[in-house]
């Protein structure tokens, strides 16, 4: 089920978009739950305790606590895949939302009017993040990486460094754990530390996988049948589609 927030300063304006949700749910291909806020405050502190993730903001600019700016700016980075549709009764803010990624402003009386534009700009950021993620690095930015350029993740300590195309390494804050709910079907983990791509693997015997860099990466005795099953399943659709690397268990 996604989340959606609506974080507004009055309680009678925030229902008021409740109810234009509830009476129009296409937003997701899914069911939503709508979580109203009237404070940007409490609303980073369930972000940052876990409590909620949200899918998608409706923020208003004026809060009573702090600007609906400094809270956008705090979602991205705690929660980098949530859109934000800026929603405020004045334009004076337009540049300003610049300093902040998100997807939409609008001005409260013309949101009803807008929001078949909100909903069609969200479905095709949907379409696009199934075929990147966006991860946070450090200084609270954040970097857009094309699933098919990751060759391998590796932990040490507690940082994630992402193995891409081109001998890029990225760093993140990320657990595995973490990365492996943002990426497709052909990665797999093989090692509490290693998370590897299938579509960038050269060789593969029962405890390595060696990748397309040369790189050998250990499967420890617990992922080796997951490993396996998964290496079945994929290298007759790899062979399917042409691929030129060998394969050995």
Same mark, same amino acid.
Request: charged letters at 35%; glycine letters at 4%.
């Given at each position: 089920?996604?989340?959606?927030?609506?974080?507004?300063?009055?309680? @009678?304006?925030?229902?008021?978009?409740?109810?234009?949700?509830? %009476?129009?749910?296409?937003?997701?291909?899914?069911?939503?739950?709508?979580?109203?806020?009237?404070?940007?405050?409490?609303?980073?502190?369930?972000?940052?305790?876990?409590?909620?993730? $949200?899918?998608?903001?409706?923020?208003?600019?004026?809060? *009573?606590?702090?600007?609906?700016?400094?809270?956008?700016?705090?979602?991205? +980075?705690?929660? *980098?895949?949530?859109?934000?549709? =800026?929603?405020?009764?004045?334009? %004076?803010?337009?540049? %300003?939302? /610049?300093?902040?990624?998100?997807? /939409?402003?609008?001005?409260?009386?013309?949101?009803?009017?807008?929001? $078949?534009?909100?909903?069609? !700009?969200?479905?095709?950021?949907?379409?696009?993040?199934?075929?990147?993620?966006?991860? *946070?690095?450090?200084?609270?930015?954040?970097?857009?990486?094309?699933?098919?350029?990751?060759? =391998?993740?590796?932990?040490?300590?507690?940082?994630? =460094?992402?193995?891409?195309?081109?001998?890029?390494?990225?760093?993140?804050?990320?657990?595995?754990?973490?990365?492996?709910?943002?990426?497709?079907?052909?990665?797999? @983990?093989?090692?509490?530390?290693?998370?590897?791509?299938?579509?960038?693997? %050269?060789? =593969?015997?029962?405890?390595?996988?060696?990748?397309?860099?040369?790189?050998?990466?250990?499967?420890?005795?617990? /992922?080796?049948? +997951?490993?396996? @099953?998964?290496?079945?399943?994929?290298? !007759?659709?790899?062979?399917?589609?042409?691929? @030129?690397?060998? /394969?050995?268990?």
């Amino acid at each position: 089920m996604r989340k959606i927030v609506v974080c507004e300063d009055g309680e @009678r304006e925030a229902k008021k978009i409740q109810k234009m949700l509830q %009476d129009d749910q296409g937003i997701f291909e899914e069911e939503v739950e709508i979580f109203l806020y009237t404070t940007g405050k409490k609303l980073i502190d369930d972000c940052k305790s876990g409590k909620l993730t $949200p899918d998608l903001v409706f923020m208003d600019i004026e809060l *009573p606590d702090m600007t609906g700016i400094e809270v956008a700016k705090e979602i991205n +980075y705690l929660v *980098p895949y949530c859109y934000i549709v =800026y929603v405020t009764n004045h334009v %004076d803010y337009f540049t %300003d939302v /610049y300093s902040t990624e998100h997807q /939409y402003y609008v001005l409260k009386k013309e949101l009803k009017e807008h929001f $078949p534009q909100i909903k069609e !700009k969200i479905w095709r950021m949907e379409q696009e993040h199934n075929d990147t993620i966006i991860i *946070p690095i450090k200084n609270k930015q954040q970097k857009m990486l094309h699933k098919e350029s990751i060759r =391998y993740m590796e932990r040490k300590g507690r940082k994630t =460094y992402i193995h891409v195309v081109d001998d890029d390494i990225v760093e993140t804050s990320l657990r595995l754990d973490e990365l492996e709910t943002l990426l497709g079907s052909y990665f797999v @983990r093989c090692h509490n530390s290693f998370i590897i791509s299938m579509k960038h693997l %050269d060789n =593969y015997k029962r405890e390595c996988a060696t990748m397309d860099d040369g790189e050998n990466i250990s499967i420890s005795r617990k /992922y080796q049948p +997951y490993v396996r @099953r998964h290496f079945i399943h994929w290298s !007759k659709k790899f062979l399917e589609e042409g691929s @030129r690397r060998k /394969y050995k268990e």
